[in-house]
């Protein structure tokens, strides 16, 4: 398996049968998860052979992975990294900040995956049924180092307001100083001038 030629696709209606057969052996809902047809990843061969499915959903800025199941269990090695490497360019795409699961694979928690936080489970979504199971986060975002980011920007932001606010007052005093001394030296211009024409020899008719 790890020398065969594979792929990824949204799943379609032309997939359905193969899906149900494959979720039936993996005991899943069959009809709920048919209402979540296009939310699966379909893992085909080169040869049109289906290896196996994985759902990927997303609600907001939670997204879901769930109900994984392959044909053959050595597909799974050479599947899940590469599926894991498309699915966070997916929910990126989608502005996904947490991915959820409650698969069992050791891969999802090799990978990061962990138990979340009070402050995250909150935010699980109550579409994405675990039944029960474990859950675990996957946090595609650090938040915190976003807002920080974002807090510095503003800082920044305010600093360059603060600034143009001040090269603005000493602008208009400039302005002031350079009409007050352009407007001295014309009066002074102009009493000379006067004081040179008076100073000039009448000429007597």
Not at 42 to 68: K, N
Not at 136 to 141: E, F, G, I, N, R
């Amino acid at each position: 398996m790890s020398e065969l030629t594979f792929y990824f696709r949204r799943a379609t209606l032309e997939d359905i049968e193969i899906l149900r057969e494959l979720w039936q052996t993996a005991l899943f809902p069959i009809q709920e998860l048919e209402k979540r047809l296009t939310e699966f990843q379909i893992v085909e061969g080169m040869d049109g052979r289906i290896f196996g499915a994985l759902g990927a959903g997303v609600q907001g800025e939670e997204a879901w992975v769930h109900h994984e199941v392959f044909v053959h269990p050595e597909a799974e090695v050479a599947v899940r990294a590469k599926l894991w490497n498309r699915l966070k360019i997916l929910f990126g795409n989608q502005s996904a900040h947490r991915v959820w699961t409650c698969e069992k694979a050791d891969f999802w928690k090799q990978i990061g995956f962990r138990k979340p936080t009070e402050e995250e489970s909150a935010k699980f979504p109550a579409d994405f049924r675990h039944d029960g199971n474990a859950l675990l986060v996957y946090p595609l975002k650090d938040l915190k180092a976003e807002r920080m980011i974002e807090n510095k920007i503003m800082e920044l932001q305010a600093a360059r307001e603060e600034e143009e606010v001040t090269f603005g007052k000493k602008t208009r005093i400039v302005r002031v100083i350079a009409f007050s001394l352009t407007g001295f030296f014309m009066v002074i211009l102009i009493y000379y001038t006067i004081r040179a024409m008076m100073a000039l020899p009448q000429i007597r008719p």
